[in-house]
């Protein structure tokens, strides 16, 4: 779990190996990922630094190819935020799976 952790940490920024780390993320079990890929995403997203925006739409990106429903999850909790950016990135979210 120590390593799927560090996993879902990486997939929170842009950076070069960001494929990468998605694709060794959907590699994983559908099963495992929906079990945990939420509970490790909490620290992550509750620590959020001060570029907040990036770390929730790269999450929100990765879940959206994990499972709609895990995506809306997130989206609609970000509707609840003060920032004003991570608001905007839960209603594109919406959105797009609105339009989907």
Do not use: C, W
């Amino acid at each position: 779990m120590s390593f799927f952790n560090e996993l879902v940490d990486l997939a929170s920024v842009g950076h070069s190996d960001i494929e990468l780390v998605r694709e060794v993320s959907l590699s994983l079990p559908k099963e495992f990922l929906l079990a945990n890929f939420g509970r490790s995403a909490y620290p992550v997203l509750i620590n959020a630094t001060q570029d907040a925006y990036e770390e929730y739409r790269r999450l929100l990106e990765l879940y959206l190819e994990i499972d709609p429903d895990l995506t809306h999850g997130l989206a609609i909790r970000e509707l609840q935020s003060d920032d004003e950016d991570i608001l905007k990135a839960g209603k594109d979210f919406l959105e797009l799976l609105d339009n989907s």
